[in-house]
């Protein structure tokens, strides 16, 4: 089925809040892409508005007329003690697939991207809280010590400080994984985007101007002293685009078949479009006990991610039978066909990173 666009586009302003929950112990994946975003532009950071504001960096999304900037922009914490750890672009070893922002006590993993402001690649430089007020380092932050009284001054050396990459790992990607405290962070207690934050977003998808396509890559508003605040003597635009850019002609939209010219195959809509996993051929390493032991764990895994295939294949049939009993309208068709979607994509990510996590660990045997 088809889904109407005025549908799609209503629906996929809610990627976000719907790929994150406050009961998460991991990062939500969220939509996938077959070719990367853009550079990260150049840009000033605008003044901090208030205490208890946190910098929350711009970034690549992507909608129905492909990349599209979301300005970064300060933001209230939801919690005191909670930091804001940056969603990022990750090379899913078929398909680019976004990894959804998350407040928490510390800052996870955010794919080695260099945001700038606080954020070079690893952890967070900006600030820390201290007896539930926010502490701003001046050194990278913009803030006015006249209004903001709770700052300190530490240098912090960026290398990285004309690296523009936007994802991480494939070619050209930034190639880092998360270290110990990155990963512990990831199963701590997350909170999703802020209302405010998602209400930013759906702004910035609407605005034919922070297009990757219109803008070449150097928005005219990168980055906001306020959620959604998109006009005012408070906008900053971007310097200058990262780098060259070009989106290939034939990529698609997302949801959407590739044109026939191209013969680039959209991701899977449902687990019924997604062919049984096979264990790969028995390694031959020199060492046959290993060897026999690495192909058990793969058989193993692939025995499990095809159950759970099959599981969610028969879910998602269950619920197209309910559509049909109870003569569902356009829109709920639309919304139960983006959920599957999301369903299918999400477990295809989920077992190519088990696939190369399990890759890693034979590796770092022999």
Not at 213 to 219: A, E, I, L
């Amino acid at each position: 089925m088809r889904i109407p666009r005025s549908v799609r586009n209503s629906l996929f302003a809610s990627v976000v809040l719907l790929m994150s929950a406050a009961s998460f112990a991991q990062i939500g994946i969220g939509v996938s892409v077959r070719f990367g975003p853009p550079p990260l532009p150049v840009y000033e950071q605008p003044l901090c508005p208030g205490d208890g504001y946190l910098w929350t960096p711009g970034y690549w999304a992507y909608g129905d007329d492909g990349y599209y900037w979301v300005p970064g922009t300060w933001v209230l914490a939801p919690e005191p003690g909670f930091l804001w750890t940056p969603g990022y672009w990750g090379w899913g070893g078929a398909a680019f697939v976004f990894h959804e922002g998350y407040w928490g006590p510390h800052v996870g993993f955010y794919g080695g991207i260099n945001y700038g402001f606080g954020f070079f690649g690893v952890g967070f430089q900006g600030g820390r809280w201290d007896g539930g007020h926010f502490f701003y380092n001046r050194a990278v932050m913009n803030v006015n010590v006249t209004n903001i009284h709770n700052v300190y001054n530490t240098t912090i050396i960026n290398n990285n400080v004309n690296n523009h990459v936007s994802f991480n790992g494939g070619e050209g990607g930034i190639q880092v994984h998360p270290n110990a405290e990155e990963m512990a962070a990831e199963h701590e207690r997350h909170l999703p985007p802020t209302s405010n934050q998602v209400e930013h977003v759906n702004m910035a998808r609407s605005n034919p101007q922070l297009r990757a396509s219109v803008n070449q890559g150097r928005p005219p508003i990168a980055a906001t002293a306020r959620p959604t605040e998109f006009s005012g003597h408070d906008v900053v635009p971007a310097r200058a685009a990262g780098g060259e850019y070009h989106a290939p002609a034939e990529a698609g939209r997302p949801g959407e078949a590739a044109r026939p010219e191209n013969n680039v195959p959209r991701p899977p809509a449902h687990a019924s479009e997604v062919q049984p996993h096979t264990a790969p051929e028995r390694p031959n390493t020199g060492d046959a006990a290993r060897d026999q032991k690495y192909q058990q764990q793969q058989q193993k895994l692939v025995d499990r991610q095809n159950q759970e295939h099959q599981k969610l294949q028969q879910k998602q049939d269950q619920e197209h039978q309910k559509l049909a009993q109870r003569n569902a309208s356009e829109a709920q068709k639309a919304q139960v066909e983006q959920k599957h979607q999301q369903q299918t994509q999400q477990m295809e990510a989920r077992h190519t990173q088990q696939q190369q996590h399990l890759q890693q660990r034979q590796s770092g045997r022999r």
